[in-house]
């Protein structure tokens, strides 16, 4: 098995595209991509002999909550365990955000069919007795 290798805020517009497209997400523009790369607590990616298979994007304040936006693992590199080591770096550096004494909120929305992957982490799927669903609004400003 080859061996896999996390390395912090090294993901470039360019790869941060190429890995969206290799699992079918929607696109962005290069400027979109950028100014999210740019606005990210911390990108993790993660690498095969050196080339970039995948990655973690992490946003928020870091204080109060954070959010994990984007784990991408390429289909060709799935099923190596990069998508644990990249869920584990991501938990593990909010965890050092978090002040003693209180509490951080971290959240993520996932595909359907991948809430095992994320319960597994430690993550609870909505609605609970005591949280609702949660909810999501596009504002679409593309042109038919």
Known sequence: MKELEL???????????????????????????????DGSLLTVGLYVA???VGMGRLVGDGAVICYIQDLIVHPNAQGMGGGHMLMEHLISYVDSLTE???????DLMCAKGREQFYSRHGF???PTEHLGPGMIQYLDKRTS
Do not use: C, F, H
Not at 19 to 27: A, F, H
Not at 100 to 106: A, I, K, Q, R, V
């Open 7 to 37: 390395r912090e805020n090294t993901i470039d517009v360019d790869t941060y595209l190429k890995l969206r497209d290799s699992v079918g997400w929607k696109k962005l523009t290069r400027k979109q991509a950028q100014a999210a790369l």
């Open 50 to 52: 050196g080339q970039p």
């Open 100 to 106: 003693e004494g209180t509490e951080m909120m971290l």
């Open 124 to 126: 609870l799927a909505r």
